[in-house]
Nanobody
Framework: QVQLMESGGGSVQPGGSLRVSCAASGDTWRICDMGWFRQDPGKERERVAH??????????ADSVKGRFTIARDTARNTLNVEMEMSTLKAEDTAVYYC????????????WGQGTQVTVSS
């Protein structure tokens, strides 16, 4: 089993920065990819970034490219994925979810509880 726990997020003014973190526990050796998704009420869920745990290669949605940075930390037998968000805009407001994809799986099968990010003046 894999468990994911998000932290961070919060409220910030437009143009500000926030960080969200995701700590994975359990059978983390089975995880090949982790991503950050977001969803605002009335909108579809969007994958904003994901990272290959093995080689560290990351990809971003066009809406956040150049503003968000995802990174993984596999030191000390732990697996943590952080996403630094800068130059935040009102349209970045959403609940952000961490998700993990097990090696060999097509879908992200493990999800965190979500953390709120609000960008407002």
């Amino acid at each position: 089993q894999v468990q994911l726990m998000e932290s961070g997020g919060g409220s910030v003014q437009p143009g500000g920065s926030l960080r969200v973190s995701c700590a994975a526990s359990g059978d983390t050796w089975r995880i090949c990819d982790m991503g950050w998704f977001r969803q605002d009420p009335g909108k579809e869920r969007e994958r904003v970034a994901h990272i290959d745990i093995g080689n560290g290669i990351s990809e971003y949605a066009d809406s956040v490219k150049g503003r968000f940075t995802i990174a993984r930390d596999t030191a000390r037998n732990t697996l943590n994925v952080e996403m630094e968000m800068s130059t935040l805009k009102a349209e970045d407001t959403a609940v952000y979810y961490c998700a993990a994809r097990i090696c060999g799986a097509v879908q992200y099968g493990h999800w965190g509880q979500g953390t709120q990010v609000t960008v407002s003046s």
